[in-house]
């Protein structure tokens, strides 16, 4: 009874997740709609075309590759050939970028199926490389079979309130995985580990038994490799920020990717994996906890503007702070033009640049006839127009003439871009009585 209450209780501890609207019309109400919903802010999951998530649906192996590559931001691709997929298939890309970044193995004869949840359960511990030494797994009585690795992993999600299992003590790590499940793991997971792998397959500290034909150059490029991956392994990774950690990570995988093969690997091969390590660490940056935003503002011609600024409609100063998080920049011109987009604020310093429509500094005018009226009638180039029609009894509008060029209405205001000097005359006719 202990050992039940002990795991009931880490349910109510679990990280929280901050949650958003969502547009999907069968998760509200779901045990999982946090997750589904915070998943898909970060864009690891989609719906489908008919705006459902069918959070009960099994989770097929190619589903979760990809999610796996968005959480990782896993991209580059190995060129296996696959007997039974065909080059348009939509998740080729995706078993291939999985078979580089290393978390599954290669298999020509592939064949996509749902996933088993302890074959889920390996993928993440392998990335973040979980350890358990307690032997936690040994709550759910029905894993006794499953490799060392593998309860391992179990074991680790398990102590971390990642997984719970069943009521009756058991983990049924042979049996499928729903979307809503997955959502859970790897919401929680992103939240408690972060988006960087931490893989502890890597080579040995030096190239041992090499081969007595090899090129020395060769060999002392590849004792070079292995050094700078041994450094990268001594940096803390949690210092910089999410995206320059990632690429470090990416470079490093490669790199032990290289170094495992047992072919002879080109020297190019080798030289570029050393630089790709040297451009990420010289790229690596470090958080800050407000970080700077910097607007650079120009005209179609490049020239800069003079412009105020407003974040979530407060007055903004060019270069000062905010939290991360997700904001509406507004940018409004001397001239009126102005351009609205949202900026994600992270761990680094942003700079976003806008382009507004020129408008020449001389002012053009407008001319109106009879029964029409406008709040002004000099603008700039491109200036937005309204022009109110004031209809006089017992006639209707005809339509307007617009330097000389005929516009029918349908209501009684005409609304505009100005481009250059206008004339506007209303036409209207005696309404006839029947």
């Not at 795991?7 to 109400?29: N, R």
Request: some cysteine; overall charge negative.
């Amino acid at each position: 009874m202990k050992r039940a209450f002990l795991f009931v209780m880490v349910i109510f501890f679990l990280i929280p997740i901050k949650t958003s609207a969502s547009s999907y019309t069968d998760v509200d109400g779901h045990w999982a709609e946090e997750y589904i919903n915070y998943i898909n802010e970060k864009n690891f999951i989609e719906g489908f075309g008919d705006n459902t998530f069918r959070p009960d649906e099994t989770l097929k192996k190619s589903q979760i590759y990809k999610i796996i590559n968005r959480l990782f931001n896993f991209t580059e691709k190995s060129n296996t050939y696959f007997k039974y997929i065909n080059e348009d298939n939509w998740f080729l890309n995706e078993l291939q970028i999985a078979i580089e970044a290393g978390y599954i193995d290669e298999d020509i004869y592939f064949k996509d199926a749902p996933i088993k949840r302890i074959d889920f359960i390996d993928i993440i511990g392998y990335l973040y490389g979980l350890e358990d030494n307690s032997d936690n797994y040994k709550y759910f009585t029905d894993i006794e079979n499953l490799k060392k690795d593998s309860k391992k992993y179990v074991g680790a999600l398990l102590k971390d309130g990642i997984l719970e299992g069943f009521s009756d003590f058991k983990l049924l790590p042979e049996s499928t995985l729903s979307r809503a499940q997955a959502a859970k793991i790897i919401a929680i997971c992103e939240q408690k580990y972060g988006r960087i792998p931490n893989i502890s397959k890597t080579p040995t500290n030096s190239i041992k038994n090499p081969d007595e034909n090899q090129d020395p150059e060769i060999l002392q490029l590849k004792n070079r490799l292995l050094n700078l991956t041994s450094e990268v392994n001594s940096i803390n990774l949690s210092e910089f920020t999410n995206e320059s950690a990632i690429e470090l990570n990416r470079a490093v995988m490669q790199a032990n990717n290289l170094l495992l093969r047992s072919d002879n690997i080109p020297k190019n091969e080798i030289i570029r994996a050393i630089e790709d390590i040297e451009k990420a660490k010289r790229l690596l940056v470090h958080k800050v906890e407000n970080a700077h935003l910097y607007v650079e503002i120009t005209d179609e011609r490049g020239f800069p503007v003079d412009a105020d600024l407003y974040i979530n409609n407060e007055s903004f100063r060019n270069g000062d702070t905010l939290k991360k998080g997700r904001y509406l920049l507004k940018v409004v011109a001397r001239d009126g033009s102005s351009q609205s987009t949202y900026v994600n604020m992270g761990e680094q310093d942003k700079r976003v640049e806008i382009v507004l429509e020129y408008r020449s500094n001389e002012k053009i005018t407008l001319s109106l006839g009879d029964h029409l009226y406008s709040d002004k009638y000099e603008y700039y180039t491109n200036e937005r127009v309204k022009i109110t029609i004031q209809t006089p009894p017992g006639y209707e509008l005809k339509n307007l003439l617009v330097n000389g060029n005929p516009k029918k209405l349908l209501s009684n205001e005409y609304i505009f871009i100005i481009k250059e000097n206008t004339r506007i005359e209303a036409v209207f006719i005696p309404i006839v009585s029947i």
